[in-house]
C-alpha cells in the first residue's frame, strides 16, 4: 500500500507536467511552428491516453486494497482543455503542408482524388475549430477562421484539377481541347495549377469537362476491352 501511494504521489508530479505542456499548447499562435506544434501535440495525446490508462490501474488497486478511490477527474479536464488545440494544428500543419504540394507541384504528380478527401478532412476540422474559439483566445480563432477560407478557395479549383488529371486523356483530346480554348495546353512535367489558373482555364470550365467527358467515357470502353481480354486469354490457357 505504501508503495502505491509512493507512484501515486509521483504520478501527481507527471499530472502537474501534464497541465504545464497543454498551457503552453494553449498559448500557440505561430503558423510558421506548425510542424513542431503538431508533433508536440501527438506527445501530449499519447500523455493523457498513458494517464488516463494509470489512473485506472491505481483505482483498481485501491479497490484490492480496500481503500478510497483517489478522483481523477482532473484528467478529464486537462483533455477537455487540450482537444480544441489537438484538432486545430495538426490540421493547419496538414493544410500548408497540401497547400504548398498544390501550388508548387507539377499538376501530373497529384492526385486530384486523394486531394479532394484531404481538402474536406482539413476544411471540416477548421470549421470545427472556429466554433471551438468563437470565445477565443482571439489569435487562434483569427487563424482557424483565415485558414478555413483559404480551404474553402481551394476547394473551389478542384473540379478544373479533377477534370485535367483524367486518366482517359490522351494526346487526341488534349488537341480538342487546345482547338476549343483557342490555344495549345497539354499538361507536362511543368505545369501547375498555379499555370492553368493563369491561363484563365476555370472560366471555360464547362467546354473542358465536355472533353474530359468524351475522354473519360472512351477510356472506360478500353478498360473494359482491355479486362475482357485478358479474361479470354485465361480461358484459353
Known amino acids: 500500500e505504501q508503495e502505491l501511494e509512493m507512484h ?16 503552453v499548447v494553449s498559448k500557440y499562435t505561430d503558423m510558421q511552428q506548425s510542424d513542431q506544434y503538431a508533433q ?24 484490492i486494497f480496500g481503500q478510497d478511490l483517489t478522483d481523477y477527474g482532473r484528467i478529464a479536464e486537462l483533455k477537455r482543455t487540450f482537444e480544441p488545440f489537438a ?3 495538426p490540421n493547419v500543419d496538414n493544410w500548408l503542408k497540401l497547400k504548398a504540394s498544390i501550388q508548387e507541384k507539377p499538376m501530373i504528380q497529384l492526385n486530384a482524388e486523394q486531394i479532394t478527401k484531404d481538402l474536406q478532412t482539413i476544411y471540416t476540422a477548421l470549421h ?17 477562421t483565415d485558414l478555413k477560407a483559404e480551404c474553402n478557395e481551394m476547394k473551389e479549383h478542384v ?15 488534349w488537341t480538342k481541347l487546345s482547338e476549343v480554348l483557342g490555344f495549345e495546353f497539354a499538361l507536362d512535367d511543368e505545369i501547375t495549377l498555379h499555370d492553368a489558373l493563369a491561363a484563365n482555364l476555370e472560366e471555360k470550365i464547362d467546354a473542358i469537362t465536355e472533353v474530359v467527358g468524351i475522354a473519360s467515357k ?20
Open 8 to 23: 501515486q504521489e509521483k504520478f501527481a508530479a507527471e499530472l502537474d507536467k501534464l497541465s504545464h505542456d497543454i498551457s
Open 128 to 144: 470545427k475549430s472556429t466554433r471551438n474559439f468563437k470565445n477565443g483566445p482571439t489569435s487562434v480563432l483569427q487563424i482557424a
Open 159 to 173: 473540379p478544373l484539377l479533377t477534370a485535367l488529371l483524367n486518366p482517359g486523356m490522351k494526346q487526341r483530346h
Open 40 to 63: 508536440e501535440i501527438r506527445k501530449i495525446a499519447k500523455a493523457i491516453e498513458s494517464a488516463e490508462s494509470t489512473a485506472r490501474t491505481y483505482n483498481a488497486r485501491q479497490v
Open 218 to 237: 472512351e477510356y472506360s470502353i478500353e478498360v473494359s476491352l482491355q479486362k475482357m481480354q485478358s479474361e479470354w486469354e485465361e480461358i484459353n490457357l
Open 87 to 89: 484538432l486545430l494544428w
